[in-house]
């Protein structure tokens, strides 16, 4: 799987926009990005994910750079409740096996924290 | 709620012992993924399930098993028990149609091992 950089941590206000980057400058012409996020004691959760084109959603949206080598994750106002570990994932759409192993890899993620 | 149960919640138990976990995937997906989160490691995939075959393996230790029953629903089954196993065990399912969707996968809350 190509790999993908992200901060450790990011911290953001309540009610203010938050912009995750990622970058994945090995990435191939069949890798979505994908965003999954953890929250505190929970499993991890599907946000968004995109192959070219920005993507909105009603969690987030998705700002994806011409060349796909990096990408961002937009939080249009943030609430405590978005407090988690965002993980940026490059999966290929072909996925392995035959076509029908889509297993996430997972990096350390960013650690975003919401301040009241 | 993602859709996807795990049984138990935790699970405390002596090393050496043997203990199985259960899943049971959304309603009409055929993939099971098991993932392991631990302190150092972060989520690493341990196995893959598709419609009742194993499909792809990970970071899967030998004692390590796991199965997919006609109904769907999946056990991991960890044997031979060490401090080390202790970790938070996700269980997530996708549709896994296969060949060419970026699919999503749902996690369950996860079952929580503590090895004494």
């Known amino acids: 799987d190509a790999k993908t950089t992200q901060p450790n941590s990011m911290e953001s206000n309540e009610e203010e926009p938050v912009h995750l980057p990622c970058n994945h400058s090995?990435?191939?012409?069949?890798?979505?990005i994908h965003w999954y996020r953890q929250l505190p004691s929970q499993g991890p959760e599907y946000v968004i994910h995109?192959?070219?084109s920005n993507v909105n959603n009603r969690m987030a949206s998705l700002a994806i750079a011409e060349d796909r080598k990096s990408s961002t994750l937009i939080l249009h106002r943030a609430t405590l409740r978005d407090a988690a570990v965002y993980y940026c994932i490059l999966r290929d759409v072909r996925g392995e096996s035959g076509g029908s192993n889509y297993k996430l890899t997972f990096g350390k993620g960013t650690l975003l924290t919401v301040n009241p | 709620d993602s859709g996807v149960t795990q049984t138990p919640k935790h699970l405390i138990t002596a090393t050496g012992q043997r203990v199985t976990l259960r899943c049971s995937p959304r309603s009409g997906d055929l993939s099971v993924y098991w993932y392991q989160q631990s302190l150092d490691q972060g989520l690493q995939f341990l196995i893959q399930?598709?419609?009742?075959?194993?499909?792809a393996k990970g970071n899967i230790l030998e004692r390590f098993s796991a199965q997919q029953f006609p109904d769907l629903h999946s056990e991991l089954n960890l044997s031979s028990l060490e401090l080390g196993d202790s970790a938070l065990y996700f269980c997530?399912?996708?549709?896994?149609?296969?060949?060419?969707?970026?699919?999503?996968?749902?996690f369950g809350p996860g079952t929580r091992l503590l090895v004494l």
């Open positions: 995109g192959l070219t």
């Open positions: 399930y598709y419609n009742g075959e194993e499909r």
């Open positions: 090995t990435i191939s012409g069949t890798d979505y």
């Open positions: 997530a399912s996708s549709v896994g149609v296969g060949g060419g969707t970026a699919e999503t996968q749902y």
